[in-house]
C-alpha cells in the first residue's frame, strides 16, 4: 500500500528552464532515497525525458498534449506504472509549458490519488524577461502557472537585470494569497528544501474544471501509440512525422529510427537557423549522440551517447511549413539497414 508520498509540479512556460532545474535537484536528493519523474509535452514524440536520461532516477513519459486532462487514461496508466514500478520515496512532476496545473492539481487532489500522494508546493519557473511581452503576460496558461505558483521562481536570473527582476517581484507582490517564497535561481539551481514547503490549499480547492479541447492531426500513427512514446517501438528504418496544435501553438516532431544518422555539422547549422521559439531533440549524427535545447536565444548543445531513436521537436505560434522542413532534415540524413540495404 502506497501512501503519502510526497510529490510536487514543477511547471513554467515554453523555455522556463523546468528541465534544468529538475536535472540540478536530481543531482541533490539525499543518498538511498529513490526518486521519480513524470514528464509530459506538448508534443507526440517525446525529448524531455531524453534531457532528464542519465541522472539516476526513474522517469516517465507522457507525450502528446496536456497530461493534466481529466480523461488522460496516459496520465493515470504512467502515473501509476512509476509508483508500482520504482516505489518512489518522491515524485517530481513536470507539465508541459503549455499545461493546465490547475487540471492537474484538482485530479491529483481526487481518487485514485487521494491519500497516495502528499502534495508539497508547487514550484513555478519564470524568465523574467517574458514579462515585458504581453504575448506571454495575456497567455491564460502563463497566467495560470503564475497563480498558481507557491514557490515563484526567477530562472535564468544571470541574463537579465534589475528592471526585470523588479517586475517579477511585483507581479509576486500582487498575488493573493500571498507566494510561499519568492526567489531568483541561475542555471537550474533550486534550493531543495523548497521541496518541502507546503502547498496553500487555498490556491485550487477541488473542484471540476472543464478538459481543454485537443486538435492532433497524425501524419504518420505512432505504432502502439498509448502517449507513452515506447522507444523499442520504433524499427531502425522507421521515420514518424507527427504535428499537433493546441491552445494556440504548433509542435512538430519526429522519431526516426536508428537506422538512420545526420551529418553533425550540417544539422548544427540547420537548428541554429530555425526560427521557432522552441527546439529541442536527441538525434544520431556521424559524430555520435547530439543533444539540442533552445527557446529564444537561449541555446544548449551537449554531446551524447547516440540514442536508440532520434527524436526533434519544434514548437511555434505560427503554423509550422511541415513538408519543407521535413524535406530538409532527410537531406541531411543517411539510412541504413533498410529494407533491400538501400538507403533512402
Same mark, same amino acid.
Given at each position: 500500500?502506497?501512501?503519502?508520498?510526497?510529490?510536487?509540479?514543477i511547471s513554467g512556460f515554453l523555455g522556463a528552464?523546468?528541465?534544468?532545474?529538475?536535472?540540478?535537484?536530481?543531482?541533490?536528493?539525499?543518498?538511498? &532515497?529513490?526518486?521519480? !519523474?513524470? *514528464?509530459?509535452?506538448?508534443?507526440?514524440?517525446? $525529448? =524531455?525525458? %531524453?534531457? +532528464? #536520461?542519465?541522472?539516476?532516477?526513474?522517469?516517465?513519459?507522457?507525450?502528446?498534449?496536456?497530461?493534466?486532462?481529466?480523461?488522460?487514461?496516459?496520465?493515470?496508466?504512467?502515473?501509476?506504472?512509476?509508483?508500482?514500478?520504482?516505489?518512489?520515496?518522491?515524485?517530481?512532476?513536470?507539465?508541459?509549458?503549455?499545461?493546465?496545473?490547475?487540471?492537474?492539481?484538482?485530479?491529483?487532489?481526487?481518487?485514485?490519488?487521494?491519500?497516495?500522494?502528499?502534495?508539497?508546493?508547487?514550484?513555478?519557473?519564470?524568465?523574467?524577461?517574458?514579462?515585458?511581452?504581453?504575448?506571454?503576460?495575456?497567455?491564460?496558461?502563463?497566467?495560470?502557472?503564475?497563480?498558481?505558483?507557491?514557490?515563484?521562481?526567477?530562472?535564468?536570473?544571470?541574463?537579465?537585470?534589475?528592471?526585470?527582476?523588479?517586475?517579477?517581484?511585483?507581479?509576486?507582490?500582487?498575488? &493573493?494569497?500571498?507566494? !510561499?517564497? *519568492?526567489?531568483?535561481?541561475?542555471?537550474?539551481? $533550486? =534550493?531543495? %528544501?523548497? +521541496? #518541502?514547503?507546503?502547498?496553500d490549499p487555498q490556491r485550487c480547492p477541488p473542484?471540476?474544471?472543464?478538459?481543454?479541447?485537443?486538435?492532433?492531426?497524425?501524419?504518420?500513427?505512432?505504432?502502439?501509440?498509448?502517449?507513452?512514446?515506447?522507444?523499442?517501438?520504433?524499427?531502425?528504418?522507421?521515420?514518424?512525422?507527427?504535428?499537433?496544435?493546441?491552445?494556440?501553438?504548433?509542435?512538430?516532431?519526429?522519431?526516426?529510427?536508428?537506422?538512420?544518422?545526420?551529418?553533425?555539422?550540417?544539422?548544427?547549422?540547420?537548428?541554429?537557423?530555425?526560427?521557432?521559439?522552441?527546439?529541442?531533440?536527441?538525434?544520431?549524427?556521424?559524430?555520435?549522440?547530439?543533444?539540442?535545447?533552445?527557446?529564444?536565444?537561449?541555446?544548449?548543445?551537449?554531446?551524447?551517447?547516440?540514442?536508440?531513436?532520434?527524436?526533434?521537436?519544434?514548437?511555434?505560434?505560427?503554423?509550422?511549413?511541415?513538408?519543407?522542413?521535413?524535406?530538409?532534415?532527410?537531406?541531411?540524413?543517411?539510412?541504413?539497414?533498410?529494407?533491400?540495404?538501400?538507403?533512402?
Open positions: 500500500m502506497f501512501r503519502d508520498i510526497p510529490a510536487q509540479l528552464g523546468k528541465t534544468t532545474a529538475i536535472r540540478y535537484l536530481l543531482r541533490q536528493r539525499p543518498d538511498g &532515497e529513490r526518486w521519480a !519523474v513524470l *514528464v509530459n509535452e506538448f508534443g507526440r514524440i517525446g $525529448v =524531455d525525458g %531524453a534531457l +532528464l #536520461d542519465g541522472e539516476g532516477v526513474a522517469i516517465r513519459e507522457v507525450a502528446g498534449g496536456c497530461l493534466c486532462c481529466v480523461t488522460s487514461q496516459a496520465f493515470s496508466v504512467g502515473l501509476g506504472r512509476l509508483i508500482r514500478e520504482t516505489r518512489p520515496d518522491r515524485i517530481l512532476i513536470e507539465p508541459s509549458g503549455l499545461g493546465h496545473p490547475r487540471r492537474l492539481l484538482e485530479q491529483l487532489q481526487a481518487d485514485p490519488w487521494r491519500g497516495v500522494l502528499d502534495l508539497r508546493a508547487t514550484l513555478t519557473l519564470v524568465d523574467a524577461r517574458k514579462l515585458a511581452n504581453p504575448r506571454y503576460l495575456e497567455h491564460p496558461i502563463f497566467r495560470e502557472q503564475i497563480e498558481l505558483a507557491d514557490v515563484l521562481l526567477g530562472s535564468k536570473a544571470d541574463r537579465y537585470g534589475k528592471v526585470e527582476r523588479e517586475a517579477l517581484l511585483d507581479l509576486a507582490a500582487k498575488a &493573493e494569497p500571498p507566494k !510561499v517564497r *519568492v526567489a531568483f535561481v541561475e542555471q537550474g539551481r $533550486v =534550493d531543495p %528544501a523548497w +521541496l #518541502d514547503l507546503p502547498r473542484g471540476s474544471t472543464a478538459v481543454p479541447s485537443v486538435a492532433d492531426k497524425p501524419l504518420i500513427e505512432l505504432p502502439g501509440d498509448d502517449g507513452l512514446a515506447p522507444e523499442q517501438d520504433t524499427a531502425a528504418d522507421q521515420w514518424v512525422l507527427y504535428e499537433q496544435r493546441m491552445d494556440g501553438y504548433s509542435a512538430l516532431g519526429w522519431r526516426i529510427g536508428a537506422g538512420w544518422h545526420f551529418d553533425d555539422r550540417a544539422l548544427r547549422e540547420w537548428l541554429r537557423a530555425l526560427p521557432m521559439e522552441r527546439v529541442k531533440g536527441l538525434l544520431r549524427t556521424d559524430s555520435g549522440g547530439l543533444l539540442y535545447n533552445r527557446s529564444g536565444g537561449d541555446e544548449g548543445l551537449e554531446p551524447r551517447p547516440a540514442p536508440a531513436v532520434s527524436r526533434l521537436e519544434l514548437i511555434d505560434r505560427d503554423p509550422l511549413p511541415v513538408e519543407r522542413l521535413d524535406r530538409e532534415i532527410r537531406t541531411m540524413g543517411t539510412a541504413h539497414n533498410t529494407p533491400g540495404g538501400e538507403s533512402e
